[in-house]
Nanobody, 114 residues
Framework: VRLVESGGGLVQPGGSLRLSCAAS????????MSWFRQAPGKERELVAAMVPAGGSTNYASSVKGRFTISRDNAKNTVYLQMNSLKLDDTAVYYCRAARAVAYWGQGTQVTVSS
């Protein structure tokens, strides 16, 4: 099983980034896909989640209206479009696949700084 995140980087406040998570080794379309983040000195927190068939989503209140999660089951990939980024969005972002068990990616760093 592999989850490989990409798309992180350095961006100015108000900017945008699109994260991708490419999955392999399991039946992607059967799993709830989520993005979590962990800032230095803080606990890992849920950012956004999407059910296996797509459509139904859940967002942290801090990102609602700015971030959008989507998935392409044909490409075994989940995305996180992040707009209007703020300094507080700085964190390592992790992709997670969950059903009876959970799989995690290695994370990608997002730094929002002027």
């Amino acid at each position: 099983v592999r989850l490989v995140e990409s798309g992180g980087g350095l961006v100015q406040p108000g900017g945008s980034l699109r994260l991708s998570c490419a999955a392999s080794g399991f039946t992607f379309s059967d799993y709830v896909m989520s993005w979590f983040r962990q800032a230095p000195g803080k606990e890992r927190e849920l950012v956004a989640a999407m059910v296996p068939a797509g459509g139904s989503t859940n967002y942290a209140s801090s990102v609602k209206g700015r971030f959008t999660i989507s998935r392409d089951n044909a490409k075994n990939t989940v995305y996180l479009q992040m707009n209007s980024l703020k300094l507080d969005d700085t964190a390592v972002y992790y992709c997670r696949a969950a059903r009876a068990v959970a799989y995690w990616g290695q994370g990608t760093q997002v730094t929002v700084s002027s």
